[in-house]
């Protein structure tokens, strides 16, 4: 079940579009996306759950929370953060 969910998260990751070079403005976020780009995804997942409640719809966060849940082997929350093939296409 965990190759399974894996697979599907790579193939999800790999249509996934990236998400823009610009952070948002804000200080949790960009805390986050350091420590997730120096591999610290515990200390990354803190930030960036504070960044996104207080941004719940910003890309930017989902992604790097998707990606950091992913590292930390929590395969359910990180299919969670990236749209379905349904929903990206409405």
């Given amino acids: 079940m965990i190759r399974l969910l894996s697979i599907l998260l790579s193939l999800l990751l790999l249509f996934h579009p990236w998400p823009a070079a610009a952070a948002p403005?804000?200080?949790?976020?960009?805390?986050?996306?350091?420590?997730?780009?120096?591999?610290?995804?515990?200390?990354?997942?803190q930030h960036l759950e504070q960044a996104f409640r207080a941004d719940p719809?910003?890309?930017?966060?989902?992604?790097?929370?998707?990606?950091?849940?992913?590292e930390l082997g929590d395969y359910e929350t990180a299919l969670m953060a990236f749209p379905t093939p349904s929903s990206a296409c409405s």
């Fill in 57 to 70: 719809a910003n890309p930017d966060i989902n992604f790097y929370l998707g990606r950091t849940a992913f």
């Fill in 25 to 45: 403005d804000q200080p949790a976020f960009a805390r986050g996306r350091e420590l997730f780009l120096a591999g610290d995804f515990a200390a990354a997942r």
